[in-house]
Structures are given as structure tokens and as C-alpha cells.
């Protein structure tokens, strides 16, 4: 058979992801007697094309997902894709715009239809380029938070909430998005880690009827013409006195109180504070307390209106009035400073514009009532994080939790359930649909003869997360009809074959940014509906950055694009490449050396085959050092088995990969092959080549979630296989007990042969020459024959140290290689005397620690026997070179 001589991952990773789809081994169903492993994948916004973390987060899933597959395991992992509100729909609005489309001139029908043909066109581009990382998702599965199954579960969710009072309708300070002009999230507000440049501007406001002055700092002057008051804290004795008196607003002199309240700190600014209600929540919250006037001075897009009373700020944007403002202050003398800073300022995630606190009309869920059981879930790790250090920041963010703004102004989204038959703030229905609301408002308003055309939907839709908080839940429906009940607000499990078997799943991985804002409202719905958590364990990964660890993005130009990575180094090389440095919860320091890396052990496994595959086999007896050589493997194997399922239990997933790296590159490859090889030319004798099959299948099926597609191929290639018997559905490797004394004798066997190594290379010693190796050593009786092979050693005997040789030690025992005649005998020496030196430096640094006696009292019992050994190695060391100085 040809086997070529590099693995060309191009040939065999398309036709191997067709031939698992063929056979179905992705798709799950419910089995009686079978444990069920599932995983729902974070779901990608529809618009979004695989990025680094996407290759991270999937990489990580799909490992755990083939794992369980191979223990026997329903494993199934459920993929799909989130809708996105405001995403989806300023995507939209570009795509329309380019076409001299306003949004403005479509209703919400046509809108909606082109929306759709947008997302059918490109919603589903990262799922398929998944699939190029071998991503074992049981397609059959894929939702999409917009699917009528779905939609239907989100509205159900609202209305029952809305009936046990959790959701209500209210005007609230919230994150205003000027441009996409919507609601947004605490979550979707990003600040730039550095900060960004700002001007803090001192102004004074006149004391009505005085000739005094108060001066407060403000980096937003546009707002100082909405401004309903002046705070100072009640104690500080420069202001105490000016407390019941009013102030006058720059330039329209409208008198407003200047009021105490211990928000004000004594130490901060001026010590004056201006108060705006409309236009800051701390400000807003202030004002509640002293039942100040709110005057919304901006619009919905961020330009000012005639509240601001100054005809010539009316329809400019905000920042352009701060300009004309800064100026028209300066002009009237009262602009008295301008202090440059840096400070965090809050922009939005999906549009970058700079978010405008404004009071609005809103839904919101009530929050600290229904997330006390998600609190408690985790904290008393019913629910795990990993990292646990996570439960710090989650328990921060559920003691302080906030109501929820749930209402989006956008048309993309599940539409509020809301349905308006009057002018009043509270004439409306929520109900699942517009027959259902006819029904509520005729009850409501006994007014019977209401009909559809009588009511109006309300506008908005829900926020995105409304929506995906539902996804281990809907993903399995678990709101359909037959098991969802209105009237008790509960899911009933048993009449659900499929959530029955599947939920909880098992383990979420995701990012810690999203840890508040989806994943505690999944845990949230999940007691709230079936009273059970929603998954088990909770993987944080941590951010993916380059060298200089900056966060990898397409505006910084730092990100490689991932499907050019899998065209240049394989599927294989990238997900080793990405795991071998990330640590749960903790940055990953992107470099592509590290995929190379992943490429190269690629061709190491490659390389073990074609060695293997390449020998003649003979019906010889079985070497002796042959067994040996298996029985260490053996127990090598078991002992990384063993380590291997900690890791995994642990969720270190990076410690998993290199305790299979190590088995497969360092004791397979580099050690157990070269132990077992043949001299050149010569076959293997048949029981030796049979058990090596059989290792090198186990060490396949370690590394197989890991390297989905070369274990695969090579696992067919191996021998003949059955059809439908492929390494994705293999039995895992179970761990057996191992022999630490031959795991003991081999290490000793490998020092020996490295040092025999390092003499040859150092000294110029050619491989293929054998010597005579000298020692007293008793250690070496039951690795003898192994050493002359491993280290290319005539003979191995006891007796005086020859004269002229080079000498070695290993643990304290002495070894001598005889010298050649070509040494240079005085570059010899003087390495020789460099070592000596060395060696004495160390010695007296151990002796000096070993003479203090509070180290020795004070420090653990194994530390002090460590020190006193490396002390003891250290002068057997120093003797072996004085005496091989002299023999020079």
C-alpha cells in the first residue's frame, strides 16, 4: 500500500464529515436505558460569520460532545442560531438603504418580508462554516429563536409573566441607542478599556436674588438647559446655607431649588451637583426623592427639542450644541473652566454611538423576586461555574440585580403581546394572539361588541435575550401545547419525550461576558417553568487576544480570518492550535505558531502510522525488551487515562489535550516506537506488531475528540473495519491500573539514554557507533537490554572507570562513556571545569539554606528531604567531575 509522506488534511476532512452524516452519528434520539449528554450551543447571531472565539467556544463543545458519544452516551448537541434584534435589523436597514430603500417609507410588512429573505440568504453562513471545524451537531435540531415553535414559547413566556405580575409597564430611565433608536441593555453597552478624552466644563449659576454664585462641573453641557435643580450634600458647611433657595439656569434664568441630599460627596467636583432628571439615572433618582420636574430636552434621534427653550439648539444634534453651547457660555461669562480627562464613556455594542440615558415609556421584568432561586442555585453550586472564581462576579451581579427593560423599538423580534383598546396609559390586553385579546378586552372593558379592528398591537418587540433565555427549553418544546400549562405557569416534563430525556443538559460553554444576561435568565426560566436547573455545569472560556493582548477584532485587523487557518493547517491543527494555552476563564494569547504547532503534531501521528504500516511482520518469537516496551506503554496509558478524566471532570481543557499530547508525542512516538522498532531491513515479529496495532487504536481514540478527522482516517487505514464501525462511535478507553514500578524503571531507562544522547551530540559522538557503557549501578539489572538498544550500546559492565572517558550521573549513580580519539581534550577540560564551577555554586546555595534553622524547622518535611537530596546528587556530581577533570 502507498501511504504518502505528509498528511494532507484537504483529501480526507470533507469526505470523512459526509460519511458521519451519511451514517447519522450526530443525531440523537431518546433511548430507554441510555444516559443522556447534551449540549445547546450558544446560539450565533444570524448575522455573524465565524470569528476566533466562535473557533474556541465550538472547538471546546465539540471535544466534550465526542467524548461522551464514545462512552456510550446520547449525545446531543443542539445547534442553531439567535435572530438578533438590533443586529439583524440595521443589517437590514444597510442592505435596503444601498438599494435607495428608507425603512421609513416600507410598513412593517414589507419590512419584515425583506428582513426574511435576508436571513434565509445569509442567516445560516456560520452554522455551514461550522461544520468545516467538525462540529458534530445533530443538524436535524437547528433552531432559530424566530421559528414558529419558538416565537410561540416566547409569547406564551410573556403573557404568563405578564399574569403572575412579573412584567409591567412603566416610565423608567433607560439606555437610549440615538441611532438604531431603541432601548439597549446595561449588557449591550460597552466602554472602551482605556477610556476616551472628555472636557469636564465649571459653570456658574447665579443664587436667585444674590450676587452669588454657585459653580458645578459637568462634562454634558447640551443638558444644563433640562435641569430641574442643584444638589449639595446637606453637611457641607460651604453650602449648608444656600439649601431652600433657588438657582437660575444659564441663559433662560429659570429658577430651580437647590436642595441637600447625601449623594453629593464632600470630596468630589465642586461639591455642587446639577440635577437632570430626563437625561441621567442618578440624576433621575435624585429627583424622585425631592419631586423634581423632569424636562426631556433630546429627541429620540439625538437632536434637541423646544423644551430646551433655546429656539437655536431646537433639530441640532447634541454634540453640535455642546460646541454652540461651550461658546455661547464662554460669551456670557460664565463658562469659568475646562479640565481635559479621561473617563469610561458608554457607547452602543451593536451601533458605537454614544448612549443617550433617557426616561421612556417601557416593559420591564421585575427581577429580584424571580431570580432568588437562580441566586441560590449557584451559589450553593447546584449549578458549577468553571472557573469557580465566576461565582464572585455572578453573586455580584444578582444582589444588585435591576429590573429588566425588555421592550425594543425595532420591527425585527418577537412583537409584544400587547393589545391597546383605549388612550390610557393602562387600556390594554396581553394575550398570545389577537382572537385571544378580543376575548380579554371584552372581559375587561364589558364592552362586548369590541372587535380586532378595535385593538392595536403594541410596536415594540422583545429584547433578544427575552427570547434566548429559553433556549434549553424551547430547543427540546417545551412550551407546546401538550405540555406547557397556562394556568399553573408550569411545564409538565413527563409529556415530553424529548425534554424528558434531554434536560437539564449537561454543560454550557460560553463567555463570561454573557454570564449575567443569558445565562443567569436561562437558569432563571428553568426553575421558573420546570423547577430544575437548566444544565449542569457552566465552562467560562476566556477572550481570544493577539501577542499584545488585544482583544481580536476585525476593526483592529488583528483576527486571522478561521477558514484560512483550516485551508492552511487543517481542522486538526487549528482546535489543537487553540486549546493547547486555554485555560478556563482565562485569556487565550492567540499566536500561529500555535496551529502550526497543532499541523506538525499532525504530521507526527501521520508519521507514527507510516512507520508502523511500513514493517514486514514476521511469526518470530517476541524480544523480550518487546514486552517490556508494551507492558510500560500499557501502563503509561492507563496512568494518562487516569489523569485524563480528571482533567475533563475539572473542565481544564488544555491540561486534557497535553496529557494526550504528551502519551501520543514524547512515550509513543519518540520512546515506545523507537523501543520496539526493528534494526533496519528486518521484519517485527507478529505479536509485538499485533499489540502496537492495538495501542496505537487507544492512543486514536484519546485523541479523537481533540483531532476529530486524521484519527479517522487513520483508524480505518489501520485494518479493516465493518460498515458503520467508525472511531466516532468507538468505546472509550476505560482506565486500568498501572505498574508505577515499571513506570519507575523506564523513566530511569530514558535518563540514561537521553544522557548517552547528549555525550554523543555534545562530543560529536556519531549515533551509529557503539562503546562500551561503564557502572556499578544496580538500578540498571532489569533495563539492560533496552539501554544497549535504546542508547546503541555494545555491552554494559561493572568494574574500575576506564581511563580517558567522559562521565555522567544519573540520580547517584555513575556512568562512563569511553573517549575517542579525535576530542579536543582542552575544550573538554574547560567545560568541564564550567560544569565543576556551576555545580559548587549550587551546592553552597543548598548548604546555606540547609544550615538555617528556621528553614529547616519551619519548612514542610518533603521540602527539607527535596533539599537535602538535591544536596546529596550535587556532591556525588561535583566527585564525578573532579575525577573525570583529572582522568583529562
Not at 446639577?274 to 440624576?283: F, S, Y
Request: net charge negative.
Amino acid at each position: 500500500m502507498s501511504i504518502s509522506a505528509q498528511y494532507d488534511p484537504t483529501k480526507v476532512e470533507d469526505k470523512w464529515y459526509k460519511y458521519w452524516m451519511d451514517q447519522k452519528f450526530f443525531h440523537a434520539t431518546p433511548k430507554t436505558g441510555k444516559e443522556a449528554y447534551t449540549i445547546v450551543i450558544p446560539p450565533p447571531n444570524v448575522t455573524g460569520v465565524l470569528h476566533m472565539g466562535h473557533m474556541l467556544n465550538n472547538t471546546i463543545q465539540d471535544v466534550l460532545i465526542r467524548k461522551a458519544r464514545m462512552e456510550g452516551k446520547e449525545a446531543c448537541w443542539v445547534p442553531g442560531t439567535d435572530h438578533a434584534s438590533i443586529a439583524t435589523e440595521a443589517k437590514v436597514v444597510r442592505m435596503l438603504r444601498e438599494k435607495g430603500i428608507k425603512k421609513s417609507d416600507l410598513s412593517r410588512e414589507e419590512f419584515m418580508k425583506h428582513a426574511w429573505e435576508w436571513k434565509e440568504k445569509y442567516g445560516g453562513i456560520i452554522l455551514d462554516q461550522l461544520k468545516k471545524l467538525g462540529a458534530s451537531c445533530d443538524w436535524d435540531r437547528t433552531s432559530f429563536t424566530m421559528d414558529p415553535n419558538y416565537h410561540d414559547a416566547v409569547i406564551k413566556q410573556f403573557v404568563d409573566l405578564f399574569n403572575k405580575g412579573y412584567i409591567y409597564r412603566g416610565l423608567r430611565m433607560v439606555n437610549w441607542d440615538t441611532e438604531a433608536q431603541t432601548t439597549i441593555s446595561n449588557e449591550e453597552v460597552i466602554y472602551n478599556e482605556d477610556g476616551e478624552k472628555a472636557i469636564l466644563y465649571h459653570v456658574k449659576y447665579q443664587i436667585k436674588d444674590s450676587d452669588e454664585f454657585v459653580t458645578i462641573a459637568t462634562q454634558r453641557p447640551e443638558t444644563i438647559l433640562g435641569d430641574t435643580g442643584i444638589a449639595v450634600n446637606p453637611s457641607d458647611e460651604r453650602f449648608k446655607h444656600l439649601i431652600g433657595k433657588k438657582a437660575l439656569v444659564p441663559f433662560i434664568n429659570r429658577e430651580i431649588p437647590i436642595i441637600g441630599d447625601d449623594y453629593v460627596e464632600l470630596d468630589f467636583g465642586t461639591g455642587c451637583l446639577k440635577v437632570t432628571p430626563a437625561h441621567d439615572p442618578n440624576d433621575y433618582e435624585i429627583g424622585q426623592r425631592h419631586n423634581l420636574d423632569t424636562i426631556d430636552t433630546i429627541n429620540l434621534d439625538g437632536t434637541l427639542n423646544e423644551k430646551c427653550e433655546v429656539e437655536k439648539y431646537v433639530g441640532e444634534d447634541r454634540f453640535k450644541v455642546r460646541k454652540i453651547i461651550v461658546k455661547d457660555l464662554k460669551a456670557a461669562g460664565v463658562l469659568v473652566d475646562e479640565e481635559e480627562f479621561i473617563t469610561k464613556i458608554g457607547r452602543s455594542e451593536r451601533t458605537n454611538s454614544v448612549v443617550e440615558p433617557k426616561l421612556s415609556l417601557q416593559w420591564f421584568i421585575k427581577m429580584k423576586e424571580i431570580s432568588k432561586r437562580a441566586h441560590k442555585a449557584v451559589m450553593d453550586d447546584e449549578i458549577q461555574l468553571f472557573p469557580a472564581k465566576f461565582k464572585n462576579t455572578y453573586n455580584h451581579w444578582m444582589e444588585n440585580v435591576r429590573d429588566w427593560c425588555i421592550s425594543r423599538q425595532l420591527w425585527w423580534g418577537q412583537r409584544i403581546p400587547a393589545y391597546y383598546y383605549g388612550d390610557g396609559e393602562g387600556d390594554f390586553v396581553v394575550a398570545e394572539n389577537i382572537n385571544k385579546a378580543v376575548e380579554e378586552a371584552r372581559k375587561t372593558t364589558g364592552n362586548n361588541s369590541l372587535t380586532a379592528d378595535d385593538l392595536k398591537q403594541d410596536e415594540d418587540v422583545l429584547d433578544t435575550w427575552a427570547s434566548s433565555n429559553l433556549w434549553p427549553i424551547a430547543a427540546f418544546g417545551g412550551f407546546d401545547e401538550s405540555c406547557f400549562d397556562p394556568a399553573t405557569g408550569k411545564i409538565d416534563k413527563s409529556k415530553n419525550e424529548e425534554l424528558s430525556f434531554f434536560y437539564p443538559t449537561n454543560t454550557l460553554v460560553t463567555a463570561p461576558e454573557i454570564l449575567f444576561f443569558w445565562v443567569a435568565r436561562m437558569v432563571i426560566a428553568g426553575y421558573e417553568y420546570l423547577d430544575e436547573k437548566p444544565f449542569e455545569n457552566v465552562y467560562l472560556t476566556g477572550i481570544v487576544r493577539d501577542k499584545q493582548r488585544r482583544k481580536m477584532s476585525k476593526s483592529l485587523g488583528n483576527s486571522p480570518d478561521p477558514l484560512d487557518l483550516i485551508k492552511q493547517f487543517g481542522a486538526d491543527g487549528v482546535r489543537t492550535g487553540m486549546l493547547f494555552s486555554s485555560p478556563a476563564g482565562n485569556d487565550l494569547l492567540f499566536d500561529e505558531k500555535l496551529v502550526e504547532q497543532g499541523r506538525n503534531f499532525s504530521n507526527k501521528i501521520w508519521n507514527a502510522f507510516r512507520l508502523v504500516k511500513g514493517w514486514e511482520i514476521t511469526e518470530t518469537e517476541q524480544p523480550a525488551i518487546n514486552a517490556q516496551a508494551i507492558s510500560w506503554f500499557e501502563s503509561k496509558l492507563n496512568k494518562a487515562l487516569t489523569e485524563l478524566e480528571d482533567h475533563f471532570s475539572k473542565f481544564r481543557m488544555s491540561d486534557a489535550l497535553m496529557t494526550v499530547y504528551k502519551l501520543v508525542w514524547n512515550d509513543f512516538c519518540s520512546w515506545y516506537l523507537e523501543w520496539i522498532k526493528p534494526e533496519y531491513g528486518k521484519p517485527i515479529d507478529a505479536k509485538t506488531h499485533t499489540a502496537t496495532t492495538e495501542l496505537f487504536e487507544k492512543v486514536l481514540k484519546l485523541l479523537h475528540p481533540f483531532m476529530p478527522f486524521i484519527t479517522e482516517e487513520l483508524w480505518h487505514e489501520l485494518k479493516e473495519r465493518k460498515d458503520g464501525e467508525a472511531i466516532i462511535v468507538a468505546e472509550w478507553p476505560k482506565a486500568a491500573s498501572f505498574d508505577d514500578r515499571i513506570l519507575k524503571e523506564a523513566d530511569l531507562l530514558f535518563e540514561i539514554t537521553s544522557a548517552v544522547r547528549n555525550i554523543r551530540s555534545s562530543k560529536g559522538i556519531s549515533p551509529k557507533e557503539t562503546f562500551e557503557l561503564t557502572t556499578d549501578s544496580k538500578a540498571i539489572a532489569s533495563i539492560g537490554e533496552s539501554l544497549k538498544k535504546l542508547a546503541n550500546v555494545s555491552e554494559i559492565k561493572s568494574g574500575d572507570k576506564p581511563a580517558n572517558a567522559f562521565s555522567f550521573v544519573v540520580g547517584s549513580d555513575e556512568f562512563f562513556i569511553p573517549a575517542t580519539e579525535n576530542i579536543d581534550i582542552e575544550a573538554e577540560k574547560k567545560k568541564i571545569e564550567e560544569e565543576l564551577n556551576y555545580t559548587k555554586g549550587f551546592m553552597k546555595s543548598v548548604e546555606k539554606k540547609l544550615s538555617n534553622e528556621k528553614f529547616v524547622n519551619g519548612a514542610p518535611e518533603q521540602v527539607v528531604a527535596m533539599e537535602r537530596k538535591k544536596l546529596a546528587d550535587a556532591e556525588a556530581k561535583v566527585k564525578t567531575l573532579e575525577e573525570s577533570l583529572a582522568s583529562l
